[in-house]
Antibody
Framework: QVQLVQSGSELKKPGASVKISCTGS????????MAWVRQAPGHGLEWIGW????????MFAPGLTGQFDFTLDTSVNTAYLQIRNLKADDTAVYYC????????WGQGTMVIVSS | VMTQSPLSLPVTLGQPASISCRSS???????????LSWFHQRPGQSPRRLIY???YRDSGVPDRFSGSGSGTDFTLKISSVEAEDVGVFYC????????FGGGTKVEIK
């Protein structure tokens, strides 16, 4: 079946970076973009952006800083989200979701930023 | 901006429920289609898409869920609420940059 499996929870100090993975299976990985969404504790969903899995071209939500980076390793059907210079308010669950339709979601990766 | 109402919806099992989603701009794409989806997020789980392009139900979604609307105003209806429907429902527009509504929390009375 089609699924997205994300890497495990992370605990980071302010100023550090984190890299989250999302591995797709059950479908042709490069047929769909990979979107990234975050959800702060007790809050709603926010689209961060997506990456074209064919070209590697990223697109970020308007207004977001250059804190995020999307990369790929298509040899293992995996997309990565890197977040630099972490702050306390980056504490959230980060989801990957398939394509622009968001029809399949990963299980989420909790990132906690705390000194 | 996507505005959902109500923020909280206490419902009785077996009764109908309705959630509104309003966009600050038309969601009709240049291709003529309207990219408005509904998601359900149970506590501690990932969101699950229920409805896409206003009214198309995803595979496996019970037919008690239905979506309707056009332009800027959309509605998700549950014909008969079941216990498994608790959680937060989100609308999302994909016509422009993807934007989610603030969510409607459904709980059982």
């Amino acid at each position: 079946q089609v699924q997205l499996v994300q890497s495990g929870s992370e605990l980071k100090k302010p100023g550090a970076s984190v890299k989250i993975s999302c591995t797709g299976s059950g479908y042709s990985f490069t047929d769909f973009a990979m979107a990234w969404v975050r959800q702060a504790p007790g809050h709603g969903l926010e689209w961060i952006g997506w990456i074209n899995t064919n070209t590697g071209n990223p697109m970020f939500a308007p207004g977001l800083t250059g804190q995020f980076d999307f990369t790929l390793d298509t040899s293992v059907n995996t997309a990565y989200l890197q977040i630099r210079n972490l702050k306390a308010d980056d504490t959230a669950v980060y989801y990957c979701a398939r394509g622009s339709a968001f029809d399949v979601w990963g299980q989420g990766t909790m990132v906690i930023v705390s000194s | 901006v996507m505005t959902q109402s109500p923020l909280s919806l206490p419902v009785t099992l077996g009764q109908p429920a309705s959630i509104s989603c309003r966009s600050s701009q038309s969601l009709v794409h240049s291709d003529g289609k309207t990219y408005l989806s509904w998601f359900h997020q149970r506590p501690g789980q990932s969101p699950r898409r229920l409805i896409y392009r206003v009214s198309y139900r995803d595979s496996g979604v019970p037919d008690r869920f239905s979506g309707s609307g056009s332009g800027t105003d959309f509605t998700l209806k549950i014909s008969s609420v079941e216990a498994e429907d608790v959680g937060v429902f989100y609308c999302m527009q994909g016509t422009h940059w993807p934007t989610f509504g603030g969510g409607t929390k459904v709980e059982i009375k």
